[in-house]
């Protein structure tokens, strides 16, 4: 009974350590954020999710006009990554009467875009190495 359990025990690390060395890093600097106030928020997302709930989601304090994150544990697979400058610590990307965004806001591969951010200008491929972005607001 001890050597299955002990077999047991190292199969199941085993499969761990194996799902732990598949998945990567993304990391997302933001260089320059206008201002020190409030925080950026982060949303990883894939395709048939994009601009609904995100994959993953995280938020960062703003030091010294940079912004940082990473998510982890991210499997290979395209993604977009959509952040905002959540000036005003209100959880949400504030717009003007007319629509438009009042809060400074970046999206992957940094396109230049009119109009709501769109996936296949922001979508990136994780596959078998860690991956660092650079996002523009």
Do not use: W
Not at 91 to 110: L, Q
Not at 116 to 121: G, L, N
């Amino acid at each position: 009974m001890k050597t299955v359990i002990t077999l047991l025990t190292t199969a199941i690390l085993f499969l761990a350590a194996s799902v732990s060395a598949q998945t990567k890093t993304i990391t997302v600097k933001i260089p320059k954020v206008s201002s020190n106030e409030g925080m950026v928020k982060y949303a990883l997302y894939q395709k048939d999710n994009f601009r609904k709930v995100p994959t993953k989601s995280a938020e960062s304090k703003i030091v010294n006009g940079t912004a940082e994150i990473t998510f982890k544990d991210v499997t290979p697979g395209e993604y977009a990554i959509i952040c905002y400058h959540d000036k005003n610590e209100n959880g949400k990307m504030d717009f003007s009467a007319s629509g438009m965004p009042i809060e400074s806001y970046g999206i992957s591969n940094n396109p230049a875009s009119y109009g709501p951010p769109q996936y296949r200008d922001a979508h990136f491929t994780v596959a078998d190495k860690n991956l660092n972005l650079e996002i523009k607001l």
